[in-house]
Each structure stands twice: as C-alpha cells, then as structure tokens.
C-alpha cells in the first residue's frame, strides 16, 4: 500500500509490482500481469530498442494484438517493458534475471 501511495504522489505513470508468483506492469490504462513461470528471459533491446528492457515468454501466451488503424499486428513472444525505471536496460534486465531464477529456487525447495 505505501508502494502504491508513493506511485500516486510522484506522479508515477507506470511501474512494476514484484510478487512471489508474478511480475505486474501497472500503466495509466491497464494492468499486465505475467507468471514467472511464463516468462523465459529478459534482455536488453537491439537496434531501435536497445534502450528498452524486452523479455520473451513462453510459446503457450497468448498473443499480444496491436491495432494501428485498419491493421492489426500480433506479437507472439516478446514484449518490452514500458520503460527502465532510471536503470540501464542491461542492468534491469540482469536484476530481473535474478529475481526470476531466485524465484524458481525457492519454488523448488518448497
């Protein structure tokens, strides 16, 4: 709650919730959530993304449908994360990285 509080006050637009199960995306306009389980790797972009922190999931997701107009284009297995949060993409993407196996560690020992 005091998370969230702090988010509201500085003006936050978008942020991640880091849950045991879950890593949340929390945007102006929606929430997206992703099992840890779900999600294969995080990395840092290339090319014109190389600022940004893309993480590919499963081949079991559903996919993400993007509409530009009269098109529709589906991005099956990777997604970017909205921004890097005042950290390298690289950075972020190790933590992230350690999180998730950390995660799977401790689902292991359970």
């Not at 978008?14 to 999600?39: M, N, S």
């Not at 559903?62 to 949060?85: D, H, M, Q, S, V």
Request: hydrophobic share 45%; aromatic share 12%; with cysteine.
């Amino acid at each position: 709650m005091a998370f969230f509080a702090y988010a509201l006050f500085t003006n936050a637009k978008t942020y991640l919730i880091i849950k045991p199960d879950a890593l949340e995306i929390v945007k102006p306009q929606r929430i997206e959530r992703f099992d840890w389980d779900e999600i294969c790797e995080f990395a840092k972009g290339e090319g014109i993304d190389r600022y940004k922190v893309r993480f590919k999931l499963a081949s079991d997701s559903p996919p993400l449908t993007i509409n530009l107009g009269f098109i529709g284009i589906e991005c099956k297995n990777i997604r970017y994360l909205p921004c890097t949060f005042g950290m390298k993409a690289i950075d972020l993407a190790e933590l992230l990285n350690k999180i998730k196996r950390d995660v799977a560690e401790k689902k292991q020992l359970a």
